[in-house]
């Protein structure tokens, strides 16, 4: 979207519903993100400034995902005092931008980890989990989801999620993929039992995934696009997936180690982490990563989006996924990625 299209369309959008001039200042898009365009900006209005956020629905995304499921997955959140941003507009109406949008509040802090020492890492480590933790915690009559969300039958959790993301890589692979299809027959022998409850599942929780202050300190969680009710183990696998630590294999998300992770989620949320179980979650979001690999390697083909983004995931991110589900399911791998639980 053109700079000066996006500065008068969100001028003329917030003067119209606050029925005063708004003038937008500072406007700057933030790079990152595949499913969603996301700019920074001040309002000013009654002689104040107010930093906002607007994401925009691109014209074709890595996934595709509902704007109405992220709004309302960050305003529950919010309102239960999780660290999340202040959620104030979702417009669908295309005579502002061209495109749906949504509006939050601006919170400070950087996506970025801060090269610092060790105690620092372990800081945002014990707040990461622990957040993470809280929300799984949660109980959902507690939190105000409105009709947004449907929750499943516990037995139905783990084949749900498994048939989706299944059937992306089936409408979006562009090769046959024995390895994924594997990693399907073996997922649906083993399928897991329901889960201990039902949980608001954040769905991309994850270093990168939130901010964070120099000093350590988590300012908010960010990407709630793929939020859904479900198994939390679903959120504790998907945040240890190695993709997100390659280099620090010792290390969940590339923060503190794998057991200290899993001592303050389940501190913090009251349940247990069954390693059979868990195997399972942690085989699942590594398919359900390829997935989503696959579905931008796909649109970049088609040439619908030419987002280079899509292009790297769908080549490198793709191929250390595979390498992951091999080492999980091989009888001959080298464990580089060991059972954790």
Request: with cysteine; hydrophobic share 40%.
């Amino acid at each position: 979207m053109k700079f000066s299209e996006l500065k008068k369309g969100l001028a003329r959008y917030l003067s119209d519903s606050r029925a005063e001039p708004v003038e937008i200042q500072g406007l700057l898009r933030i790079p990152g993100g595949a499913s969603r365009e996301t700019w920074q900006f001040d309002a000013v209005f009654g002689q104040q400034k107010h930093g906002l956020i607007v994401r925009i629905d691109p014209t074709e995304s890595l996934i595709e995902t509902e704007r109405r499921t992220e709004f309302a997955a960050m305003r529950a959140a919010f309102l239960a005092g999780l660290k999340a941003p202040e959620p104030l507009d979702c417009v669908e109406d295309l005579q502002w931008l061209g495109r749906p949008f949504s509006i939050s509040v601006r919170v400070p802090g950087s996506s970025q980890l801060p090269h610092l020492d060790k105690g620092v890492r372990d800081k945002i480590g014990r707040l990461k989990w622990t957040i993470l933790g809280r929300l799984a915690g949660l109980e959902l009559s507690a939190l105000d989801l409105g009709d947004t969300f449907t929750a499943p039958k516990p037995e139905a959790c783990a084949p749900e999620q498994l048939d989706y993301w299944a059937n992306v890589l089936v409408e979006d692979g562009l090769h046959p993929d024995p390895i994924a299809a594997a990693t399907i027959r073996w997922l649906r022998k083993n399928l897991p039992p329901p889960p201990q409850k039902l949980c608001l599942v954040h769905g991309d929780y994850r270093t990168g995934n939130f901010l964070c202050s120099p000093d350590g300190e988590i300012t908010a969680i960010l990407d709630w696009e793929m939020a859904h009710i479900g198994d939390p183990l679903e959120d504790l696998a998907w945040s240890f997936d190695p993709v997100w630590s390659w280099e620090e294999k010792e290390n969940a998300g590339l923060l503190v180690p794998h057991a200290e992770a899993i001592e303050y989620w389940e501190a913090a949320s009251g349940l247990r982490v069954d390693p059979d179980v868990f195997h399972w979650w942690r085989v699942f979001v590594a398919l359900k990563g390829l997935a989503i690999w696959t579905s931008s390697s796909e649109a970049f083909h088609q040439s619908v989006n030419k987002n280079l983004s899509h292009a790297i995931a769908g080549w490198f991110a793709a191929d250390r996924q595979h390498q992951v589900l091999i080492d999980y399911l091989s009888p001959l791998s080298n464990h580089r990625f060991p059972r954790i639980g």
